[in-house]
């Protein structure tokens, strides 16, 4: 029998705030865990700022390519903000209760932020794929109104798209059972708790959220197909050494963010998928806000140049 259908229901009325039940199974490691979060939440902040301060800080780094990276790290800091401190609430409680107006705002931030997130790194796999594929154009294409204007308008779509959801679900009504198995409000239990009838919701879902990651999938396949056979046409070495160490970074980070994100649809629905769907739903609203910074901190020259130069400025 699972935990949910040991959960005594209420049918009745609409219920006024849920209760997270967070990492139950973790309960006797709450204090290692809250210490972990805690430290990740910390690396997780400052290198995310520091990458924001850099590129608006450092002359040689105003191009289109670390534009787009600080914007990236701007949705992390939203991301992880969203999730972490509530969840150290929630460890260290061992779950927590709360608001459905509160819970309906998290849902709204995390949506919000990783819904950007996708489209920034649809943006940046076009950057990369002009910087390779048409150098010589690679200014005229790239230039700062057109920039500026994919920013605008990657968070103007984000904001909308999830303002959609938000408005639909804040019109639901709740009564089925106030306890969600997850450590975050997350779209797929709250659907399912959901007493209202959600055939409009959930077709806004189908018709925002499939044709959305489809068409982000699909441009970056192409874009890095494309990148890939320019970059094999190049006959020296080391000019495929220095095409490919120019998009190695956003690949790693495109390959992390939604490598997490698949593993969540294809887990096994049933009574042992929802530990499964809290360690990978972990891993892309917590350890991918981390490791972001960390790959293009260490894999990035221009990067590690710059926070050389800032810390020999600091000595003096």
């Known amino acids: 029998m699972s935990f949910h259908q040991m959960i005594p229901r209420n049918n009745q009325s609409a219920i006024p705030e849920f209760f997270l039940l967070g990492f139950q199974l973790l309960h006797r490691s709450r204090i290692i865990l809250f210490s972990i979060l805690l430290l990740v939440y910390i690396m997780t902040l400052t290198g995310n700022l520091l990458i924001i301060i850099l590129v608006s800080a450092t002359q040689y780094l105003h191009s289109p390519m670390y534009l787009f990276l600080s914007q990236l790290s701007s949705c992390d800091i939203i991301l992880s903000t969203s999730i972490i401190p509530n969840l150290l609430h929630i460890t260290l409680k061992n779950g927590i209760l709360m608001p459905v107006s509160q819970c309906i705002a998290q849902f709204n931030f995390f949506s919000f932020s990783s819904g950007t997130e996708c489209i920034f790194l649809t943006i940046m796999s076009y950057d990369r794929y002009v910087a390779v594929c048409k150098p010589l154009h690679y200014v005229t294409i790239m230039n700062s109104l057109f920039c500026f204007s994919l920013v605008a308008f990657s968070w103007i779509l984000g904001f909308l798209l999830t303002l959609i959801l938000t408005i639909?679900?804040?019109?639901?009504?709740?009564?089925?059972?106030?306890?969600?198995?997850?450590?975050?409000?997350?779209?797929?239990?709250?659907?399912?708790?959901?007493?209202?009838?959600?055939?409009?919701?959930?077709?806004?879902?189908?018709?925002?959220?499939?044709?959305?990651?489809?068409?982000?999938?699909?441009?970056?396949?192409?874009?890095?197909?494309?990148?890939?056979?320019?970059?094999?046409?190049?006959?020296?070495?080391?000019?495929?050494?220095?095409?490919?160490?120019?998009?190695?970074?956003?690949?790693?980070?495109?390959?992390?963010?939604?490598?997490?994100?698949?593993?969540?649809?294809?887990?096994?629905?049933?009574?042992?998928?929802?530990?499964?769907?809290?360690?990978?739903?972990?891993?892309?609203?917590?350890?991918?806000?981390?490791?972001?910074?960390?790959?293009?901190?260490?894999?990035?020259?221009?990067?590690?140049?710059?926070?050389?130069?800032?810390?020999?400025?600091?000595?003096?």
Do not use: W
């Open 168 to 316: 639909l679900l804040s019109n639901s009504t709740f009564c089925n059972s106030k306890y969600i198995d997850h450590f975050f409000c997350d779209l797929v239990p709250l659907v399912q708790l959901s007493c209202s009838d959600t055939t409009v919701l959930q077709t806004m879902i189908f018709l925002i959220g499939g044709p959305k990651t489809v068409i982000e999938t699909v441009f970056i396949i192409s874009t890095y197909v494309c990148i890939f056979l320019a970059i094999h046409r190049i006959s020296s070495t080391t000019g495929r050494q220095k095409a490919f160490s120019t998009c190695s970074s956003h690949l790693a980070v495109v390959c992390t963010y939604y490598g997490t994100i698949i593993a969540i649809y294809v887990c096994p629905s049933g009574e042992y998928s929802s530990g499964i769907n809290q360690i990978v739903s972990l891993m892309y609203t917590v350890v991918t806000p981390l490791l972001n910074p960390l790959i293009y901190s260490l894999r990035n020259q221009d990067i590690k140049t710059a926070i050389i130069k800032v810390l020999k400025r600091k000595r003096f």
